[in-house]
């Protein structure tokens, strides 16, 4: 998209008080969000399947989804309710005030750089076309932490699909849905997804990003990088994770290193 924006009159019709109950009321109701939000997220979703413009309808859903994470106390949906409350002026504001603000900075990023851009959301194992770079940002494993994104991103996952194609698991407190199927989820699985990606990039400058509380460890990844990449450097980024499972280690175990491996 390098010229369509949302208008005022696009706005407006968004905003429009059509739905105020329906699936995500039905669904979701106290677990997230106040009433109030809640119908709001029910009331724009509805209103935005109805666009048109599928660059005008992106950038309204990105508004969207980015609003309900701002919203949320961490910005996760793996707890209800409000615990994590701390107040924070962005938790001050209403859905409807963050909707606002973020169709304004999505809109202040569309811009012509005289190129087609095309963006896929595929497995890049089905993406053919040569590459100049190649960058990787794989979940990490680990035996002791989650890399399920849709456990705490399943809410707005389900507004990016209107919950189309996902097994919502009923008896789940957060009403999450069924995991995709990764290979990140095994040790085993990791490493044959990374060097199955190695190989079929071995032509391309690959860069891939990696904890170093995670496995594979460093070295693992720079040996299996080996095999295709003659020159490798690693830079080494100290990194601390916002928040932990455990508040009374969490200064400990959040403080990580962040390798980033650059193969030419």
Same mark, same amino acid.
Request: proline share 3%; glycine share 4%; aromatic share 14%.
């Given at each position: ?70 919203? #949320? ?77 849709? #456990? ?8 990016? #699909? ?77 990194? #601390? ?24």
């Amino acid at each position: 998209n390098s010229f369509i924006k949302l208008n005022d009159e696009d706005i407006d019709e968004i905003l429009l008080e059509k739905h105020n109950s329906g699936f995500i009321f039905e669904k979701f109701r106290n677990l997230y969000y106040s009433d109030e939000d809640t119908s709001f997220i029910e009331n724009t979703l509805n209103n935005i399947i109805t666009i048109k413009d599928q660059y005008k309808k992106s950038i309204a859903y990105s508004s969207l989804i980015r609003a309900c994470i701002k919203k #949320r106390p961490r910005g996760i949906f793996a707890y209800t309710g409000l615990r994590y409350n701390d107040n924070r002026p962005d938790l001050r504001k209403s859905l409807k005030e963050h909707f606002i603000e973020n169709i304004s900075i999505f809109n202040s990023a569309v811009f012509d750089n005289g190129k087609q851009n095309v963006s896929q959301n595929l497995d890049c194992m089905q993406i053919k076309e040569p590459a100049d770079l190649i960058y990787i940002d794989p979940p990490y494993f680990s035996p002791l932490s989650d890399n399920d994104y849709t #456990r705490r991103y399943h809410f707005v996952e389900g507004i990016a #699909r209107n919950w189309e194609g996902v097994e919502i698991q009923e008896k789940t407190k957060t009403k999450k849905f069924k995991s995709y199927k990764s290979p990140f989820s095994s040790l085993s699985g990791t490493i044959e997804a990374l060097e199955n990606i190695f190989n079929v990039y071995k032509s391309s400058n690959i860069i891939l990003s990696y904890s170093s509380n995670s496995l594979p460890g460093k070295d693992e990844i720079y040996s299996l990088m080996k095999k295709y990449k003659n020159n490798i450097d690693i830079v080494s980024v100290d990194y #601390r994770y916002s928040f932990a499972n455990q508040a009374s280690v969490s200064k400990v175990k959040n403080n990580v290193k962040e390798y980033i491996f650059i193969g030419k």
